[in-house]
Antibody, heavy 119, light 108 residues
Framework: EVQLVQSGAEVKKPGESLKISCKGS????????IGWVRQMPGKGLEWMGI????????RYSPSFQGQVTISADKSISTAYLQWSSLKASDTAMYYC????????????WGQGTLVTVSS | EIVLTQSPGTLSLSPGERATLSCRASQSVSSSYLAWYQQKPGQAPRLLIYGASSRATGIPDRFSGSGSGTDFTLTISRLEPEDFAVYYCQQYGSSAWTFGQGTKVEIK
């Protein structure tokens, strides 16, 4: 069974750093792209970026380029999303999702990680 | 960047009724690259339709997708109580994915 399991909710202060994770299982982790999607409170879905764990090839949405870093550790089948200096506006639910093979949709999703940034 | 505009913003219907959701793209999208997702409160999105008209595994046949070019449609033939949710279209183009702003299907 394909599963993406994300790390737990985080409460941080502005200016702090953060790294959240997404662990894949039940499939060949290195053979599928993993994307990250933001959902701000009460809002829609925004694609942030995507990584191919096999070779760490990474693409970013222009809206998020330079604001976050996406990485992966294939030895432990885990992808990451990190911030070096959080802002209150980073408060959101963050989902990881697996891109389906050579197609361009996301077939499996993690349960989401809620990040709250507040002083 | 291709912008997807969904309409209506909210659809108020009763169980058993037909729901028709629209997704319009700012420029032509390959049908192969158009998908629909369902999201219920407190849950992650779930893939419903890919390639504009193919149902994902386990999706009931009351859900159907159609369209091409810049106009795509998700139809729910007869609404079941569990279908009241928010629906998003998504496309891939120019090395980027974008989502529509969503249509909420609520109980009338």
């Amino acid at each position: 069974e394909v599963q993406l399991v994300q790390s737990g909710a985080e409460v941080k202060k502005p200016g702090e750093s953060l790294k959240i994770s997404c662990k894949g299982s039940g499939y060949s982790f290195t053979s599928y792209w993993i994307g990250w999607v933001r959902q701000m409170p009460g809002k829609g879905l925004e694609w942030m970026g995507i990584i191919y764990p096999g070779d760490s090839d990474t693409r970013y949405s222009p809206s998020f380029q330079g604001q976050v870093t996406i990485s992966a550790d294939k030895s432990i089948s885990t992808a990451y999303l990190q911030w070096s200096s959080l802002k209150a506006s980073d408060t959101a639910m963050y989902y990881c999702a697996r891109r389906s093979g050579y197609d361009y949709y996301f077939d499996y999703w993690g349960q989401g990680t809620l990040v709250t940034v507040s002083s | 960047e291709i912008v997807l505009t969904q309409s209506p913003g909210t659809l108020s219907l009763s169980p058993g009724e037909r729901a028709t959701l629209s997704c319009r793209a700012s420029q032509s999208v390959s049908s192969s690259y158009l998908a629909w997702y369902q999201q219920k409160p407190g849950q992650a999105p779930r893939l419903l339709i890919y390639g504009a008209s193919s149902r994902a595994t386990g999706i009931p046949d009351r859900f159907s997708g159609s369209g091409s070019g810049t106009d795509f449609t998700l139809t729910i033939s007869r609404l079941e109580p569990e279908d009241f949710a928010v629906y998003y279209c998504q496309q891939y183009g120019s090395s980027a994915w974008t989502f529509g702003q969503g249509t909420k299907v609520e109980i009338k």
